[in-house]
């Protein structure tokens, strides 16, 4: 497991009318998104990996589709610097993974059909009236990236 990195499989209520599961509570987690976005990924697509400076990711993946999610710790003072992760989530185990700054994180759609993820960050894209800069590193447009998700 990488330092600060969280990976909670969701619970699940089902009954005749499906399921149901909590994702997040402000009661639980000391964790406060500032905005939420929701994403498909087509099959054998992949997004990422990237990493930010100050922002953490509280990404959701409960379908439909699966993702396997690539983690690398690139931070200087982490007890797991230059650990990796990489495992599967999605429709047959939904989970949240919250991805701390400084771990480089992406993910690969691979069912056979599109997959589906929600982020709720804590801080806002491009900032205030989108007037910022974005908080990304780019992994994925540096050819000679170590960062790589088959």
Same mark, same amino acid.
């Given at each position: 497991?990488?330092?600060?990195?969280? &990976? #909670?499989?969701?619970?699940?209520?089902?009954?005749?009318?499906?399921?149901?599961? +909590?994702? /997040?509570?402000? =009661?639980?987690? %000391?964790?406060?998104?500032?905005?939420?976005?929701?994403?498909?990924?087509?099959?054998?697509?992949?997004?990422?990996?990237?990493?930010? &400076? #100050?922002?953490?990711?509280?990404?959701?993946?409960?379908?439909?589709?699966?993702? +396997?999610? /690539?983690?690398? =710790?690139?931070? %200087?003072?982490?007890?797991?610097?230059?650990?990796?992760?990489?495992?599967?989530?999605?429709?047959?185990?939904?989970?949240?993974?919250? &991805?701390?700054?400084?771990?480089?994180?992406?993910?690969?759609?691979?069912?056979?059909?599109?997959?589906?993820?929600?982020?709720?960050?804590?801080?806002?894209?491009?900032?205030?009236?989108?007037?910022?800069?974005?908080?990304?590193?780019?992994?994925?447009?540096?050819?000679?990236?170590?960062?790589?998700?088959?």
């Amino acid at each position: 497991m990488i330092d600060g990195v969280i &990976v #909670k499989e969701l619970k699940k209520y089902e009954d005749e009318r499906g399921w149901l599961a +909590e994702i /997040y509570r402000k =009661d639980e987690d %000391e964790y406060q998104p500032a905005m939420s976005y929701i994403s498909i990924t087509m099959p054998g697509k992949v997004r990422g990996p990237h990493e930010h &400076v #100050k922002q953490t990711d509280f990404f959701v993946f409960a379908g439909p589709g699966t993702f +396997e999610v /690539y983690l690398w =710790d690139r931070r %200087e003072r982490s007890a797991t610097r230059d650990q990796h992760m990489r495992f599967e989530v999605g429709e047959g185990r939904p989970a949240v993974v919250v &991805v701390p700054p400084g771990v480089v994180h992406g993910y690969k759609c691979v069912s056979e059909k599109p997959a589906m993820s929600i982020n709720m960050p804590d801080k806002l894209y491009k900032g205030e009236a989108k007037k910022e800069d974005i908080d990304e590193i780019r992994w994925e447009d540096n050819q000679d990236s170590p960062y790589k998700i088959n």
